[in-house]
């Protein structure tokens, strides 16, 4: 095989971090990967970097600034309150609020970053990353194992320079989030080969394939239990062909969710090793920019074999390795057999049932086939650098810093973000709530559409269970229970209410932005503002902004310190 200059990237602090005891994701996947790709003397036929971490404003070229600034602040001690009793960003047990989730979801993202970046610039012709492929992140919410979606800004930083980008997903789940962000534009050709049907995240049929100028650039491979080899390649092989021959793309973004293995622990396929590499020796053959990423896979040391053998594949020299695994660190964690593969097993394959293989691969050429041919774009001048870098608003994170210098740094931030955590935050939120209606008031998004479980499979809803007792505010006068009239504080937003005669509800709430304690009082048909007493009802939209300004307060008042409210 042609020689390739591949890139490989790798952080080693990504094996630190931890969903939690028994939580099937295991980050640690990829330092044991990255261990026997070491031990086959690989590392030295590419070039090795350490990914530069992304930085907030890297990532919210996509996210909401509301959802990564949430990111930056969860802790597992805070989640409850930020999250709105889980009804918003991390909704279900899917997601959990690990010690260390933003720079775990900031080394992902960069690695993917970096490696659009150095495919970009034409220094290398395939690139990896298996700490990335996190495919189901939303814009505004974590989804399925994944909080951010670094393979929607590698291809965002893609689009700078290449005007058609491909994305492959070969994981057992629909990749969901990268097609959802891409549906309505040409620029990016998403192709998803999946299980469908009562299984997550319930999306990706074939009626799907995109809107407005996205129209038939979303293509959905739905797939039943125990697809063997030799019939995913006959599908995967034609398709893909057959996209690039009509799309032309000029790079291409492989996911190599490892889920899809035979013996996985939330896959339910019956491909080997041998028939998932298959989609990195095809793509490899037709001399395109290709970018590797990562994604799910549950049994680890399956994993790891395959994401091996494909960096491999990368290099070309996969005929050259011994399939007797090489002694590394992890050893034991490969028998009792202690070889490269990935073995098929007894399940039956019910795509071949009916025929139902043939009819999804002639619906999905014949959607390729209705395409007018490769979309062409207006490409300009892209500058080398962007404007915030340009104007010195963002720190050069490559330039070389004492490694002594880089411990004390990280350390001074855990410490910082220690004591941030124990004072209430309730007046650093006011700089950060979206205007939308999902963000306001109750912290229930508006749309009431239920999510499902990675883990379970089944729907989740997403609006929290109010109990009054648990409300900040919650007091009880005689027998009868008295809670404070908005409701506000059983979703952690708790600030100070009083009735109109003065008395507080909450004696240890702050006030939060967006809202007031004015009431409307039916009884003297008046607004109701705090302790200062009755104010008349505006008239005027003037004197409405007026008094929004102040709060609700009257003018007389207008002095009085914000550590009072």
């Given at each position: 095989m042609s020689k390739r200059r591949v890139a490989y990237y790798y952080d080693s602090d990504t094996g630190a971090y931890t969903y939690g005891l028994g939580h099937l994701m295991k980050p640690h996947r990829v330092r044991v990967t990255h261990e026997l790709v070491d031990a086959y003397d690989m590392l030295g036929k590419m070039e090795v970097s350490r990914p530069r971490r992304a930085s907030p404003e890297d990532m919210t070229a996509f996210h909401t600034d509301e959802y990564i600034h949430f990111l930056q602040r969860v802790t597992p001690e805070t989640v409850e309150e930020l999250t709105g009793h889980g009804s918003r960003f991390l909704v279900g047990d899917d997601n959990p609020a690990f010690e260390g989730v933003f720079e775990f979801c900031s080394i992902s993202a960069g690695g993917s970053i970096c490696a659009a970046e150095r495919i970009a610039s034409g220094a290398a012709d395939i690139a990896i990353n298996w700490a990335g492929g996190l495919h189901h992140a939303k814009k505004?919410?974590?989804?399925?194992?994944?909080?951010?979606?670094?393979?929607?800004?590698?291809i965002l930083e893609?689009?700078?320079?290449?005007?058609?980008?491909?994305?492959?997903d070969i994981d057992c789940h629909h990749g969901d989030g990268v097609e959802e962000a891409f549906y309505t534009t040409d620029r990016v050709m998403t192709c998803s080969f999946h299980k469908f049907g009562e299984y997550f995240p319930g999306t990706g049929?074939?009626?799907?394939?995109?809107?407005?100028?996205?129209?038939?650039?979303?293509v959905n491979i739905p797939l039943k239990d125990g697809i063997t080899d030799e019939a995913f390649i006959s599908v995967f092989d034609p398709i893909i062909a057959k996209i690039l021959e009509v799309y032309r793309p000029t790079a291409v973004v492989l996911q190599c969710g490892a889920d899809s293995l035979a013996?996985?622990?939330?896959?339910?396929?019956?491909?080997?090793?041998?028939?998932?590499?298959?989609?990195?020796?095809?793509?490899?053959?037709?001399?395109?920019?290709?970018?590797?990423?990562?994604?799910?896979?549950?049994?680890?040391?399956?994993?790891?074999?395959?994401?091996?053998y494909e960096t491999a594949c990368a290099l070309g020299i996969e005929n050259d390795i011994d399939p007797n695994l090489?002694?590394?660190?992890?050893?034991?964690?490969?028998?009792?057999?202690?070889?490269?593969?990935?073995?098929?097993?007894?399940?039956?394959?019910?795509?071949?049932?009916?025929?139902?293989?043939?009819?999804?691969?002639?619906?999905?050429?014949?959607?390729?086939?209705?395409?007018?041919?490769?979309?062409?774009?207006?490409?300009?001048?892209v500058p080398r650098q962007s404007i915030g870098e340009h104007l010195g608003f963002r720190y050069d994170q490559t330039e070389r810093r004492d490694n002594l210098d880089i411990k004390l740094a990280q350390h001074a931030r855990y410490v910082y973000d220690l004591q941030e955590s124990d004072t209430d935050t309730s007046d650093d939120d006011k700089s950060w709530d979206?205007?939308?209606?999902?963000s306001r008031a109750q912290g229930c998004p508006k749309n009431s559409k239920k999510r499902m479980s990675?883990?379970?499979?089944?729907?989740?809803?997403?609006?929290?269970?109010?109990?009054?007792?648990?409300?900040?505010?919650?007091?009880?006068?005689?027998?009868?229970?008295?809670?404070?009239?908005?409701?506000?504080?059983?979703?952690?937003?708790?600030?100070?209410?009083?009735?109109?005669?003065?008395?507080?509800?909450a004696q240890n709430a702050k006030r939060r932005f967006f809202y007031s304690g004015a009431r409307?009082?039916?009884?003297?048909?008046?607004?109701?503002?705090?302790?200062?007493?009755?104010?008349?009802?505006?008239?005027?939209?003037?004197?409405?902004?007026?008094?929004?300004?102040?709060?609700?307060?009257?003018?007389?008042?207008d002095d009085m310190e914000e550590d009072e409210w």
């Open positions: 505004r919410e974590a989804s399925g194992f994944c909080y951010i979606n670094d393979i929607v800004l590698g893609l689009l700078r320079t290449h005007p058609r980008v491909l994305y492959i049929t074939q009626e799907d394939k995109g809107r407005g100028k996205g129209k038939g650039y979303s013996g996985d622990r939330l896959g339910c396929f019956n491909i080997t090793m041998e028939g998932h590499a298959h989609c990195v020796q095809f793509l490899r053959k037709y001399d395109i920019p290709l970018i590797l990423l990562g994604g799910g896979g549950y049994t680890v040391k399956n994993v790891v074999r395959v994401w091996a090489p002694w590394n660190q992890y050893f034991e964690w490969f028998g009792p057999r202690y070889r490269l593969e990935v073995v098929s097993n007894n399940m039956e394959d019910l795509n071949v049932v009916d025929g139902l293989l043939d009819k999804v691969r002639t619906t999905a050429l014949q959607q390729l086939q209705e395409l007018t041919g490769a979309p062409s774009v207006g490409m300009h001048d979206s205007d939308s209606d999902e990675i883990l379970t499979g089944q729907c989740i809803d997403p609006t929290p269970v109010y109990d009054p007792a648990q409300a900040p505010g919650y007091e009880q006068q005689g027998t009868v229970p008295h809670i404070h009239p908005y409701g506000y504080g059983g979703y952690g937003y708790g600030f100070a209410e009083f009735d109109m005669h003065g008395a507080m509800y409307w009082d039916e009884t003297v048909e008046q607004i109701v503002a705090k302790r200062y007493g009755a104010l008349p009802l505006p008239r005027s939209v003037g004197v409405v902004g007026r008094m929004m300004e102040r709060g609700g307060r009257q003018v007389a008042d």
